[in-house]
C-alpha cells in the first residue's frame, strides 16, 4: 500500500470520527473544514515526499549505472594498453591493474543491490561475490573454485566494500601462486568476526613479512585490514599446507 493510500485510509476516518464526535452543526462544520484542509495539506506532503524518494532511488540508479561503465571503460583502457606495453613485465602490470579495477566493478555491483540495506549478510554476499571473481580469475575448464562456508552474520553494509575488496585481493595472490580450490571461510566468536581465505599451495616464503614486500596486494590487504579496524594474521592452512590468511575485526 502506498504512502498515499495510507494516508487516504487516515483522512476519511479522522473525519468520520470527529463527525461523529461533534454534536453542534456550526462549530462542527468549521472543525471539519479546517481538519480536512489539514489532512489535505499533509496528503500532499506525503505525496511530494513519496515523489522525491523515488526521484532520490532513480539518481542512485543513474549514478551507480555511470560508475559501472566509468569503471568497465578504464577495463578495457588498461587491458588495451597492456597490448601496447614496451615490456612484457610492463604489459602484465597492466593487467594486473585492469584485474584490480574489474574486481573493484564487481564489488561495487554486489553492493548496488543492498545499497538502501542497512545490512548486509556476509556469507551471501561473498558467495555472489565470489562467483563474480572467480568468473574474472579462474580459466574456465581448470576444475578450481572458490567456496565460501562457514558462519551466517549480518554486517553494517558499509563494511561490505573493503570487506569485498580485501577478499578479492586475497583471492587473486591464491590463484596465482596456488593451484587447488581456494576457501573462504566465515567464523564468529562474538563480537568478533574471523574471515579466512586459503588454498592448498607451495605456501608463503619462510622468511615472509607482510610489511616489507614490495607488490601491491600485501600493501592494499593492510590497508583495508586497518580500514575495518581489523588485524592480521598469515599461516599454513589444513596440515599445515598452503597459506591461510586471516581477518578478525568487530562485527
Ligand atoms: N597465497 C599465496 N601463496 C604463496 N605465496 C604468496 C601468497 N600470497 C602472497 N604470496 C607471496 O607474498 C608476496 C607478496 O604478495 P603481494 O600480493 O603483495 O605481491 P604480488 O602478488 O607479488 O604482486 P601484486 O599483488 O602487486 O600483483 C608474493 O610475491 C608471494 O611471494
Ligand atoms: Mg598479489
Not at 587491458?79 to 612484457?88: C, E, F, I, M, V
Not at 607451495?202 to 622468511?207: A, E, Q, Y
Request: hydrophobic content about 40%; proline content about 4%.
Amino acid at each position: 500500500m502506498t504512502i498515499a493510500s495510507l494516508a487516504d485510509q487516515r483522512q476519511l476516518r479522522q473525519i468520520n470520527g470527529q463527525a461523529q464526535t461533534n454534536g453542534q452543526a456550526s462549530t462542527g462544520e468549521t472543525d471539519r473544514a479546517a481538519l480536512t484542509a489539514s489532512l489535505l495539506r499533509e496528503k500532499e506532503l506525503l505525496s511530494e515526499m513519496s515523489v522525491l524518494s523515488q526521484q532520490q532511488d532513480l539518481m542512485a540508479q543513474e549514478f551507480d549505472h555511470r560508475l559501472g561503465n566509468s569503471l568497465q571503460m578504464i577495463v578495457s583502457l588498461l587491458s588495451l594498453q597492456s597490448l601496447a606495453a614496451p615490456t612484457p613485465e610492463a604489459a602484465d602490470q597492466l593487467t594486473i591493474a585492469a584485474g584490480r579495477v574489474a574486481a573493484f566493478g564487481r564489488v561495487h555491483r554486489r553492493l548496488h543491490f543492498l545499497d538502501r540495506q542497512k545490512n548486509v549478510e556476509l556469507k551471501q554476499y561473498l558467495r555472489t561475490l565470489c562467483v563474480d571473481i572467480a568468473d574474472l580469475l579462474l580459466e574456465k575448464g581448470a576444475g578450481r573454485a572458490v567456496v565460501v562456508e562457514g558462519a551466517e552474520i549480518n554486517l553494517p553494509t558499509a563494511l561490505g566494500i573493503p570487506i569485498g575488496f580485501l577478499v578479492a585481493e586475497s583471492i587473486t595472490n591464491s590463484v596465482k601462486y596456488a593451484t587447488g580450490d581456494i576457501i573462504v571461510h566465515i567464523q564468529t566468536s562474538s563480537p568478533t568476526v574471523l574471515l579466512s581465505i586459503s588454498d592448498d599451495g607451495p605456501g608463503l616464503p619462510s622468511d615472509f613479512n607482510p610489511m616489507k614486500q614490495r607488490g601491491l596486494g600485501m600493501k592494499l590487504i593492510q590497508s583495508l585490514t586497518k580500514q575495518i579496524g581489523g588485524t592480521l594474521e598469515f599461516a599454513p592452512g589444513d596440515g599445515q599446507r598452503g597459506t591461510r590468511l586471516t581477518v578478525s575485526f568487530a562485527a
